[in-house]
């Protein structure tokens, strides 16, 4: 199983718009790292988001790309900023040891990736999520082991 913890992409300032939706660069990001990932022809199952603009966003331009229908983003209240990396480490480790699942993408927001991140490797895996960046996470054996990672600047 691989998952894909992608950081939503860049937001419009909350005094332009107190939603905080995503700029046309952000808007420019995810499509582009939805690109990406459809380029790598691996499959992707599920799609998370965080109740949050930017991330439902994010979501729907990564699924539009990777040909995902996107009646079936899933929205998550547990991988907000303040979101419970346990309660959500936990849900993985579920979805992997079922066999249910080849691939996850789930976008959420800073501090929660590192943490999740963090939490699925052991702390091998650091990274700064910049907007639109995403972590490939592998899963052999039960022990997860970070892919690639990748921003929007390197493609």
């Not at 905080?20 to 790598?40: I, T």
């Not at 480790?93 to 929660?112: K, Q, T």
């Not at 996470?137 to 690639?148: H, I, T």
Request: some cysteine; hydrophobic content about 45%.
């Amino acid at each position: 199983m691989k998952v894909y913890l992608m950081r939503h992409g860049e937001a419009l300032h909350p005094a332009v718009d107190p939603e905080m939706r995503l700029s046309e660069r952000g808007l420019n990001d995810a499509r582009r790292m939805g690109d990406y990932l459809m380029s790598l022809r691996q499959p992707i199952d599920s799609v998370w988001h965080s109740p949050k603009a930017r991330a439902r966003q994010t979501a729907q331009c990564v699924a539009e790309a990777i040909q995902f229908d996107a009646a079936g983003l899933e929205l998550r209240r547990d991988i907000t900023p303040e979101g419970d990396s346990e309660l959500v480490f936990n849900s993985i480790e579920s979805a992997r040891e079922s066999g249910r699942l080849r691939g996850l993408l789930i976008v959420s927001h800073m501090p929660f990736l590192p943490q999740l991140a963090g939490k699925l490797t052991g702390g091998s895996a650091r990274a700064d999520f910049e907007t639109a960046s995403v972590m490939a996470l592998s899963a052999a054996g039960g022990v997860w082991e970070l892919q690639w990672f990748k921003a929007p600047a390197q493609l």
